[in-house]
C-alpha cells in the first residue's frame, strides 16, 4: 500500500527561490529518503533521515522529519533551473530487507 | 561506467506477446529490485532479489517472473503482454540497511 504522500504535487518557482515539498506517512518507520527523478531518468537518492533525527542538511538541502506527526519536509534553498525534477519521499519500515514505499512525488519546475 | 544499467530503454510491442528486460549493477551489491513506474509517477515494488535468492514477491501476476542468474543481474520476464502493463519499469540494487537505492534509467514498456 502506499505509505508516502508529496505535497504539493506541483510546484512552480523562479530562480533564486526557495522550494519546500512535504510528505506525510502512515505508519511508523526507520527511516525517510528524498529522491529526485529527472525527465526520463531513474531515481536518484538525496538524502536519508533516521527516525530519531530532526533535521538533516546536504548542500542546499534541508530535510526535517516530525514522527508525531508522520510528516517530513524537502527546502531547497536558492533553486537553480537544473533542480527542475520530480521530488519523491519513500519510507522504510526498517523491517528487514530494504523496502522503500514511495509517494506520487511533487513536479518540481524552475523557471530562469 | 553506468552502475545500474537496464536494456532495452523502450519496448513496444502487441498485446499477447512475451518479452524481457534486462539488468545488471556493477556496484557490489547485494540486494535488487524491480520497481513499476504508472503514467501518474506512482513507483511501486514489484520484486526484490538478495544474492539471487528472491526475498519480495508484491501481489503482481504470475505472468511476470524475474530471474537472477548471479547477484549482479536481474531480468523480468513478463508473458501474454497486456495493455494494463504499459509503464516505465526501473531496476534498483542496494547494498541493504540503510543504503540508499541505485536505479537505472527504466525501460518504457507500451504494449499496443
Known amino acids: 500500500s502506499q505509505q508516502g504522500e508529496e505535497d504539493p504535487q506541483a510546484l512552480s518557482i523562479q530562480e533564486g527561490e526557495n522550494a519546500t515539498m512535504n510528505c506525510s506517512y502512515k505508519?511508523?518507520?526507520?527511516?525517510l529518503q528524498w529522491y529526485r527523478q529527472n525527465s526520463g531518468r531513474g531515481l536518484v537518492h538525496l538524502i536519508l533521515?533516521?527516525?530519531?533525527?530532526r533535521e538533516k542538511h546536504s548542500g542546499r538541502l534541508r530535510v526535517t522529519l516530525d514522527t508525531s506527526k508522520k510528516s517530513s519536509s524537502l527546502l531547497i534553498t536558492a533553486s537553480r533551473a537544473a533542480d527542475t525534477a520530480s521530488y519523491f519521499c519513500a519510507t522504510d519500515k526498517g523491517t528487514g530487507y530494504s523496502t522503500l514505499t514511495f509517494g506520487k512525488g511533487t513536479m518540481l519546475l524552475v523557471s530562469p | 561506467d553506468t552502475a545500474v544499467s537496464q536494456t532495452p530503454k523502450y519496448l513496444v510491442t502487441q498485446m499477447g506477446n512475451d518479452k524481457s528486460i534486462k539488468c545488471e549493477q556493477n556496484l557490489g551489491h547485494d540486494t535488487m529490485y524491480w520497481y513499476k513506474q504508472d503514467s501518474k509517477k506512482f513507483l511501486k515494488i514489484m520484486f526484490s532479489y538478495n544474492n539471487k535468492e528472491l526475498i519480495i514477491n508484491e501481489t503482481v501476476p504470475n505472468r511476470f517472473s524475474p530471474k537472477s542468474p548471479d547477484k549482479a543481474h536481474l531480468n523480468l520476464h513478463i508473458n501474454s503482454l497486456e495493455l494494463g502493463d504499459s509503464a516505465v519499469y526501473f531496476c534498483?540494487?542496494?547494498?541493504?540497511?540503510?543504503?540508499?537505492?541505485?536505479f537505472g534509467n527504466g525501460t518504457r514498456l507500451t504494449v499496443t
Open positions: 505508519t511508523s518507520i526507520n527511516n
Open positions: 534498483a540494487s542496494t547494498y541493504g540497511g540503510d543504503s540508499p537505492l541505485h
Open positions: 533521515i533516521r527516525s530519531n533525527e
